[in-house]
């Protein structure tokens, strides 16, 4: 039986791409190469500006299947780079936006937030969140998050609240341990149209009941 011949090509597009990055691990170039199939975006999360984390948004066919984009964290060394590591996501093409930084863990730094889809007609947001550890010169992906809908963080509660769109409106409140996000007690309907005060009760109230337990 004759294979299908895109199939085929999109394989090993796929394939020397993902060898290249195995190649550009040690002593090889990434960053900054002329690229006519992809769009390249940097950015510089520590003072030392050799640190890179660079967002490579391709077709499904130069990266994987359901997955057309891969970003990187390493070091440019200028002739040469080194990956520290590297991963493949989904981002939806024509999406609200590509990436933002706010700070997610109340240590008062900046962390990106990557666009990663909507829903709800555009209401509703996803993002994956990589934390930014400036001391350690880390940045660590937090698993789970690019399900947390409209995700906003709480400084003073030091809690990630949600607010998802649908027929009913509900909050949701989380927190993250080991770099993976996790509910803290039940979402709540949105019955009291965003008023400060009764969110922070509320919020208050899941904190305390989750303390008992």
């Not at 550009?24 to 990434?30: C, F, L």
């Not at 555009?122 to 400036?134: R, T």
């Amino acid at each position: 039986m004759i294979k299908n011949d895109t199939s085929v090509k999109q394989k090993v597009k796929q394939e020397e791409s993902a060898n290249q990055v195995l190649r550009n691990t040690r002593d090889s170039k990434v960053f900054n190469q002329c690229d006519p199939n992809c769009v390249w975006q940097y950015y510089h999360p520590f003072a030392d500006s050799t640190y890179v984390i660079a967002i490579q948004n391709c077709g499904e066919e130069y990266i994987e299947k359901e997955k057309n984009t891969r970003v990187y964290f390493g070091i440019d060394r200028g002739l040469t780079d080194k990956i520290i590591w590297a991963e493949n996501i989904f981002v939806q093409p024509n999406g609200g936006g590509t990436h933002k930084y706010e700070d997610f863990d109340g240590d008062g730094i900046e962390d990106l937030l990557i666009f990663k889809e909507t829903s709800a007609r555009g209401s509703n947001e996803y993002h994956y969140l990589y934390l930014i550890d400036q001391q350690k010169k880390q940045v660590t992906k937090v698993q789970g998050f690019d399900d947390v809908v409209n995700p906003s963080y709480d400084q003073k509660h030091q809690v990630i609240l949600s607010y998802g769109y649908a027929g009913k409106n509900y909050y949701s409140v989380y927190k993250v341990a080991n770099h993976k996000v996790f509910q803290v007690g039940e979402s709540f309907e949105d019955d009291f149209e965003g008023d400060e005060d009764i969110l922070d009760q509320k919020i208050l109230k899941i904190l305390k009941e989750e303390k008992i337990k």
